[in-house]
């Protein structure tokens, strides 16, 4: 059998983890932006990997240069905004770009109090989730994708998880009233680049919070696509959800061993191994593009 032309397949390259703090001090209260950037560039860059050409090539040191400038000059705000002002620069800017994958993780801050006040200029790391987008741009077409990771959270009881299949291999027994608890990874993908992306995130992120709350879960499967469901009956400017969560499962001590009764108190956290349930809740008949979700990570 003849062997063909070996041929560049595709590519693209660029800065990861560019840490950006943008400081606002234009009062006394001043004002902190956190992100982690990643820029990478898709185009024409054939004679660089073939030859060793660089004559096309936009350093990626040039690319981290851009973030911390582009933050200077034209502010942060939504991280889903900063990204689409830095794909627009790099596509229009150098005719060799055609496209690439912009992405930013948001490391949130709260002010410490002091004497019962958020103090003006002091900070101190939440525990909150992480705030994460993703922006796809492919010449004049752009896709916006955003989401959060690590939102730890639980609910101790209004769970269950009975009526499953049972063979010689099943131990676990049945129940109407549990704890439920997860780490929440949620990305959805917005109808069109032109949203107000400060305002919508939190309306989206609290159904998606609220909904678990609220839902008498019958499985970590129902929940999230309650969740899911929640945010499309909302918000018209989301054309789907996608929705990863371990189930962090919490298991009853048997405390009979010490003459006491465990009337669903005391528990066991099981860290590993655990259940992980992914889904995907979106409107039927909507046009879908997996080119987009293939560049966004924590979700197969």
């Given at each position: 059998m003849a062997v063909g032309d070996i041929v560049l397949g595709p590519n693209q390259y660029g800065k990861a983890e560019v840490r950006l703090v943008r400081v606002t001090r234009d009062t006394p209260v001043?004002?902190?932006?956190?992100?982690?950037?990643?820029?990478q560039l898709r185009g024409d860059f054939t004679d660089c990997h073939t030859t060793g050409d660089n004559t096309l090539v936009v350093a990626t040191d040039t690319q981290k240069n851009t973030v911390y400038a582009y933050a200077k000059e034209h502010g942060v705000g939504s991280p889903e905004t900063f990204l689409l002002r830095l794909?627009?620069?790099?596509?229009?800017?150098?005719p060799q770009v055609t496209g690439g994958r912009f992405a930013a993780d948001q490391h949130a801050w709260d002010r410490i109090a002091v004497d019962g006040e958020p103090h003006d200029h002091a900070f101190v790391?939440?525990?909150?989730?992480?705030?994460r987008t993703v922006v796809e741009v492919d010449g004049d077409d752009a896709w916006v994708v955003s989401g959060f990771t690590d939102a730890t959270v639980l609910k101790s009881t209004g769970s269950e998880f009975w009526g499953f299949p049972r063979d010689r291999y099943t131990t676990l027994g049945e129940t109407t009233d549990r704890i439920l608890a997860t780490s929440v990874t949620a990305w959805w993908r917005w109808t069109s680049p032109d949203v107000d992306f400060e305002a919508r995130y939190p309306v989206v992120r609290d159904l998606l919070l609220q909904t678990f709350a609220q839902v008498h879960s019958l499985a970590l499967q129902h929940t999230i696509f309650e969740m899911g469901k929640a945010v499309l009956e909302a918000c018209a400017d989301v054309a789907e959800v996608r929705l990863s969560c371990p189930n962090k499962h919490h298991f009853l001590v048997d405390l009979e061993p010490f003459g006491l009764e465990n009337p669903n108190e005391v528990f066991y956290a099981a860290d590993r191994p655990y259940g992980l349930i992914e889904a995907t809740v979106q409107r039927e008949g909507a046009a879908q593009v997996p080119h987009v979700w293939a560049?966004?990570?924590?979700f197969v």
């Open positions: 001043h004002e902190i932006e956190d992100l982690t950037v990643t820029t794909a627009r620069h790099f596509v229009d800017d150098f790391r939440t525990g909150r989730e992480t705030r560049s966004v990570p924590g």
